[in-house]
Structure formats: structure tokens, C-alpha cells
């Protein structure tokens, strides 16, 4: 089992930076490609940004330019960098991980999910 625990959410004002990060722990697979969702109330969940095992990279529109992916394969950690923060962008954010060399932007292709953490925008 894998064990994904997100953190570094919160309230933040309109164009404000947070950074979120998900820590991997217990039966941690290789290779493996990690993703940031997102869920806001009654929307579907989403795909913010997703990394590879070899570190290539997808943004969602929405946030290209304003969050950055990262991950260090040595501490098993995935960081999602948000500047820019704006309304929209409140939701309840997921950490998820999937088996396998290339990321994937669908949800239901992840097998561990974590808890989330909830990040606010306040205007």
C-alpha cells in the first residue's frame, strides 16, 4: 500500500503563493508518475499538473505559467509551486500517484489517491 500525504494548503489572498507538497510513503513502487487534481464543489475533479518518472511535465491551461511540478525521487516527494493565486483556483487539491513511466491527465488512471488539502482564495 501507498501512502500519499498531502500538505501546504490554506488561505491566501488574491495573488498570493502557497506550496503544496505529497509525501509518499509505505510500499513506494518505481517507476512511477505523479499528478496534482483538483475538485472544486460541484465541478469534477481535474488535472492541474502531472510529472513523469523521468520529470517530463503537463500544466493545465488554467494554470500554465502561474504553478510548476516538481519531484524529488530521493525523498519520494511531489511539490506543486502556486503563484499567482487567484479565485478560481479554490478547490480541494489531490495528490495522486500511478504505476508506470508516463503521467496521465484522467483522473481513474491513478491508483493512490491521498486526503487533500484544501487551498482558499480569498479577493
Known amino acids: 500500500q501507498v501512502h500519499l500525504v498531502e500538505s501546504g494548503g490554506g488561505l491566501v489572498q488574491a495573488g498570493g503563493s502557497l506550496r503544496l507538497s505529497c509525501a509518499a510513503s509505505?510500499?513506494?513502487?518505481?517507476?512511477?508518475?505523479m499528478g496534482w487534481f483538483r475538485q472544486a464543489p460541484d465541478k469534477e475533479r481535474e488535472c492541474v499538473a502531472a510529472?513523469?518518472?523521468?520529470?517530463?511535465?503537463y500544466h493545465a491551461d488554467s494554470v500554465k505559467g502561474r504553478f510548476t511540478i516538481s519531484r524529488d525521487h530521493a525523498e519520494n516527494t511531489v511539490l506543486l509551486q502556486m503563484n499567482s493565486l487567484k479565485h478560481e483556483d479554490k478547490a480541494v487539491y489531490y495528490c495522486?500517484?500511478?504505476?508506470?513511466?508516463?503521467?496521465?491527465?484522467?483522473?481513474?488512471?491513478?491508483?493512490?489517491w491521498g486526503q487533500g488539502t484544501q487551498v482558499t482564495v480569498s479577493s
Open positions: 495522486e500517484a500511478r504505476a508506470g513511466v508516463a503521467y496521465s491527465r484522467r483522473p481513474n488512471d491513478f491508483d493512490y
Open positions: 509505505g510500499r513506494t513502487f518505481s517507476p512511477y508518475a
Open positions: 510529472i513523469s518518472w523521468v520529470g517530463a511535465t
